[in-house]
């Protein structure tokens, strides 16, 4: 893995008595390496913790950016604190998650009790965002299972852990771009892949912000991030992809469905398939008929 930071910053995040895994599942989706409940107070209370790869402000706005729909939800105390190999103590917290039809989430303690007939997605859990244990993380997988991946291109936009960028290539994509803003992530990704047997032709990991100045055209592009970027990449769709391609987008909560939906029709993309878990949902699109990309 990569060097450990001296310390890292915490946000504490206050709810609702019996708000706890609302709770876990924003500070999760908000790139949080991990997180533990505070005792002793009448309301519900998870300080969650941050890289000291980015500043403390580029956190908080992530934080505030996934608890806009959640008005409830309260940040009541920031700080650093001395790094703790949180995922020691937390190993038996990841047990093998059977994601879809054929795939199976896995830490890598756990090589060798893959389940007969899964694909093992070996992922380090407590680094960048992408466990596989959030529900839009498998979600994008279950969708990313449904679509004919062999022999295709795919880009991974926002890809944290780069657990879709490496599902993209046990799924049988020739070539994947896993690009993400924070170049903090790009050892995880590496060493995720280095876990996984997949070689370095096929999955580039790159610094982008969304798709900008984004050079390739795919047949896929993944993205699990927030609405706000997702809303950003969808004038630069199109452009990204090939002729017959299609997308699959996540991390927004079900109350936002509406919105994406009103903006997919304004861009022109159709609905392929939706997914629902609890209270995330995904889905997959493809530009209207009349409306797909021209030859590459």
Known sequence: ???????????????????????????????????????????????????????????????????????????????????????????????PLEVGKTLVVMAPWHRGAEPPGRRPLYIYPGSAFGTGYHETTQIMLELMESTPLEGKAVA???TGSGILAIAAARLGAR???????????????QENCRLNAVPPEVVTAEVGDLLKDFRHRVDLVVANILLE????????????????GRAIFSGMVQKERERFLEALREHRFDVQEERSRGEWWGVAVAPEAGSEPSGA
């Open 1 to 95: 893995m990569s060097v450990e930071e001296s310390f890292w910053w915490y946000v504490t995040l206050e709810g609702r008595d019996g708000d706890g895994e609302v709770l876990e599942s924003l500070v999760d989706l908000s790139g949080s390496i991990g997180a533990e409940h505070q005792e002793g107070t009448d309301r519900c209370r998870v300080r969650a913790f941050y890289r000291s790869s980015q500043d403390v402000a580029f956190w908080l706005k992530r934080v505030n950016e996934v608890l806009e729909p959640w008005p409830r939800i309260s940040v009541v105390d920031v700080g650093k604190v001395e790094n703790q190999r949180w995922h020691v103590a937390w190993q038996e917290s990841f047990p």
């Open 156 to 158: 991974d936009i926002g």
């Open 175 to 189: 070539s994947v771009v896993a690009r993400d803003l924070d170049p903090a992530v790009m050892p995880e990704i």
């Open 229 to 244: 970027p997702l809303l950003t990449m969808l004038p630069h769709l199109r452009e990204a992809l090939l002729p017959g």
